[in-house]
């Protein structure tokens, strides 16, 4: 997710937030400057830009990590327009939104939906969060719905209410599921997760057809062929709008490089593409930015870890649950991204599992350019002079993750969608 340029960070202490719930598209939000925000303004006189979490350009935010890195520093400087007014002698600051976005979240109530709620909440692109689940979504809602950020939420509860929550939604994302437990593999989640996004796939196809779709249910490397069949059975694919969300692996990739080599998070960018399960993970080391040295023992080790990090997360958490909280911030990350791109971002770059002509594969993660229709282009230069330790492992990956998607493909032509 690419914010303004007041890096996000979960330990910072500059955070900043709007003191009223009304939906964006209501009167401008006032506001004033206050020792309780924990701002350091450097400027007497406004605000320039907004995040969701800080003011950014005239505040000095104490945190140097990000969503992304160094391309982000003016990523939503331009969806405000602040204003600064006279107002009972004190100077205010008005905070005009340019753009405002429906969103919803389908499985809200569970270890992912419920922080993903949150991080979607604090984005000022965000007009209208929908939540929805087949239960335990009322506290859900009442509870984010005290967070004074802009956005309105509101929930959905059970199949009978799914289709008019997603009525108007520009952003769709599915992280329901059962979540993967010790000693289980992706693929043991296939049975169950696999007619839950079939579902939800037919209720988004049949109320909002144009909708990004962004699929975190795992697992991903088949879950998104299945969605891309019921779309084809409905009439209404757009392979350049459904994404499978590999966003966890870059952050994964991007904090072990930076703890391995001691360097700053901010500067770092791995490209993760391949798959989302095992070794169709495939991080390429060599095309680190900045340029960093590794040994070939490095490399491995590295590679495995990045591979296995939601199992590590999993076996720690002892059967209490798998990798939520890194999930629900890669996946507000690509939120923020796509959201930038529906508003007119013409440089917004993320690895995703799309349809893709790279390799031979018909569905394939690497990085894309997005813009307001969805994927504007499949940046090949990453699959280019790869060392031959990644040029090995690209051709082994091939193998499991063409089974993934035929599995996928197969199980979804087989479960003819509702008319």
């Known amino acids: 997710m690419k914010l ?9 202490t500059a955070n ?4 009223s719930t009304a939906p964006c598209n209501s009167k401008p939000y006032m506001v004033s400057k206050s020792k309780s925000f924990g701002l350091r303004f450097n400027s007497p006189n406004y605000l320039r830009s907004f995040s969701g979490l800080k003011a ?20 939503l400087r331009d969806s405000f327009a602040p204003k600064a007014v006279k107002q009972n002698r004190d100077t205010v600051t008005r905070f005009q939104p340019r753009a405002s976005f429906k969103v919803e979240i389908l499985g809200v109530a569970g270890g992912i939906g419920q922080p993903l709620a949150l991080l979607i909440k604090m984005s000022p692109l965000v007009s209208t969060l929908h939540l929805y689940d087949i239960a335990n979504v009322r ?54 997760n696999a007619n839950i996004v079939k579902d939800l796939v037919e ?31 409905k009439g209404v694919y757009d392979p350049k709008k459904l994404f499978g969300v590999t966003t966890p692996d870059v952050v994964r990739a991007n904090t072990f490089v930076t703890q391995k080599k001691n360097l700053k998070l901010i500067d770092v960018d791995v490209p993760v593409v391949g798959g989302h399960a095992g070794i169709t993970i495939l991080p390429l080391l060599s095309k680190i930015k900045p340029s960093v040295s590794l ?8 590679t495995v870890r990045i591979q296995n990090a939601g199992t590590e997360v999993v076996e720690a958490k002892a059967g209490a649950g798998s990798a939520t ?15 930038r791109a529906l508003d007119g971002d013409s440089d917004v770059y993320e690895c995703s599992y799309v349809q893709s002509e790279l390799t031979e594969l018909p569905f394939f993660a690497s990085r894309v350019k997005l813009g307001k229709n969805g994927v504007e282009a499949v940046i090949p230069s990453d699959l280019q002079g790869l060392t ?12 499991e993750l063409k089974a993934s998607i035929e599995k996928g493909v197969a199980f979804a032509n087989k479960q003819p969608v509702a008319a």
Do not use: W
């Open 139 to 192: 506290g859900v809602t009442a509870d984010l719905s005290h967070c004074n950020t802009p956005s309105q939420v509101l929930d959905f509860i059970g199949t009978a209410e799914l289709p008019n929550s997603l009525k108007g939604v520009d952003v769709v994302v599915i992280p329901a599921g059962v979540p993967r437990k010790p000693g289980m593999t992706h693929d043991d989640l296939f049975n169950i």
């Open 388 to 399: 031959e330790y990644e040029a090995k492992a690209l051709e082994a990956l091939k193998p």
């Open 203 to 233: 209720a988004v196809a049949d109320t909002c057809p144009d909708a990004f779709i962004h699929i975190i249910s795992n697992p991903v490397n088949s879950t998104v062929p299945i969605a891309a069949e019921v779309l084809k059975q």
């Open 56 to 75: 950014a350009t005239s505040v000095n935010c104490e945190s140097e990590s990000s969503f992304l890195g160094k391309e982000s520093t003016a990523a």
């Open 16 to 19: 900043f937030f709007t003191t």
């Open 295 to 302: 040994t070939d023992e490095e490399v491995e080790e590295l």
């Open 4 to 12: 303004t340029s007041c890096k996000m960070a979960a330990a910072s």
């Open 325 to 339: 909280l890194s999930m629900a911030y890669a996946a507000a990350r690509f939120m923020e991204s796509s959201l």
